[in-house]
């Protein structure tokens, strides 16, 4: 019985590693002014900066950017954090991009480890498919080095779920990662018209749904035990 209460219990370690979340960048439960740009492009907005609780934003500050670059007097986008998420939403003739900063209102993350807690990249949580296709950048900065890990990736319409995994294999300069003072995430509308809401940005060391579901997990454990159970019974015969 030991043995077998060992199994399930290393199946179950196994499924819990690889859905632990190991740090929250931002979970937008700390709102801010909204940010609102009409057209005609180009109108920027700089410095929108809200503090909140480390838990929630990473560094205790959150800088909003907002670039309305292409569209015509009608054209407009809003941007807010409200009820948990990040809202852009654009007019169907403008195309924009905002940036987001993290890095202590300028004071610096103090070379921060994003590799802690076992992470292996960068998971961003978006509730709904995109409905236009959408390019996302992450450079990362370690003032000391003055050096950028960068990734960027441009996801289809319809992109969800597991798509939005920045590992950190794929970023330049990787060794910025482990000593990072400035994270920078850039959202850029490759059309015009987008509307997107992001809920969760953290770092983990998988993407979700990379690891068998629980069900599948105790049908294994399951079926472990029974294999044994069987073996025992055939050697005592």
Same mark, same amino acid.
């Given at each position: 019985?030991?043995?077998?209460?060992?199994?399930?219990?290393?199946?179950?370690?196994?499924?819990?590693?690889?859905? !632990?979340?190991?740090?929250?960048?931002?979970?937008?439960?700390?709102?801010?002014?909204?940010?609102?740009? @009409?057209?005609?492009?180009?109108?920027? #907005?700089? $410095?929108?900066?809200?503090?909140?609780? !480390? !838990?929630?934003?990473?560094?205790?500050?959150?800088?909003? $950017?907002?670039?309305?670059?292409?569209?015509?007097?009608?054209?407009?986008?809003?941007?807010?954090?409200?009820?948990?998420?990040? $809202?852009?939403?654009?007019?169907? +003739?403008?195309?924009?991009?905002? =940036?987001?900063?993290?890095?202590?209102?300028?004071?610096?993350?103090?070379?921060?480890?994003?590799?802690?807690?076992?992470?292996?990249?960068?998971?961003?949580?978006?509730? @709904?498919? =995109?409905?236009?296709? %959408? #390019?996302?950048?992450?450079?990362?900065?370690?003032?000391? *080095?003055?050096?950028?890990?960068? +990734? &960027?990736? *441009?996801?289809?319409?319809? !992109?969800?779920? #597991?798509?939005?995994?920045?590992?950190?294999?794929?970023?330049?300069?990787?060794?910025a990662l482990s000593s990072a003072? +400035?994270?920078?995430?850039?959202?850029?509308?490759?059309?015009?018209?987008?509307? &997107?809401?992001?809920?969760?940005?953290? @770092? /983990?060391?998988?993407?979700?749904?990379?690891v068998p579901e629980p069900g599948?997990? +105790?049908? %294994?454990?399951?079926?472990?035990?029974? =294999?044994?159970?069987?073996? /025992?019974?055939?050697k005592g015969q």
């Open positions: 019985m030991k043995t077998q209460l060992a199994i399930v219990t290393a199946l179950a370690g196994l499924f819990a590693a690889g859905s !632990a979340n190991a740090m929250i960048i931002d979970d937008f439960e700390v709102s801010q002014s909204a940010i609102y740009l @009409t057209g005609p492009a180009p109108k920027t #907005s700089f $410095d929108n900066m809200q503090s909140g609780a !480390a !838990a929630n934003i990473l560094g205790g500050f959150r800088k909003t $950017d907002v670039d309305l670059y292409a569209g015509n007097d009608a054209a407009d986008v809003n941007v807010r954090v409200v009820a948990g998420v990040l $809202d852009i939403n654009d007019s169907v +003739s403008a195309a924009t991009q905002v =940036m987001l900063t993290w890095d202590a209102n300028s004071f610096g993350l103090g070379n921060l480890d994003l590799y802690a807690g076992g992470a292996t990249g960068i998971y961003l949580a978006f509730p @709904t498919a =995109m409905d236009h296709a %959408l #390019s996302l950048a992450f450079d990362i900065t370690d003032v000391g *080095t003055s050096t950028t890990a960068s +990734s &960027a990736i *441009t996801f289809p319409a319809g !992109a969800q779920g #597991s798509d939005f995994f920045f590992s950190f294999s794929n970023f330049t300069n990787v060794a003072d +400035s994270i920078r995430m850039t959202i850029n509308s490759t059309t015009p018209g987008l509307d &997107a809401n992001l809920d969760l940005i953290e @770092t /983990r060391d998988a993407p979700p749904n990379s599948s997990i +105790s049908l %294994l454990g399951l079926g472990l035990i029974g =294999m044994r159970a069987m073996r /025992r019974k055939i």
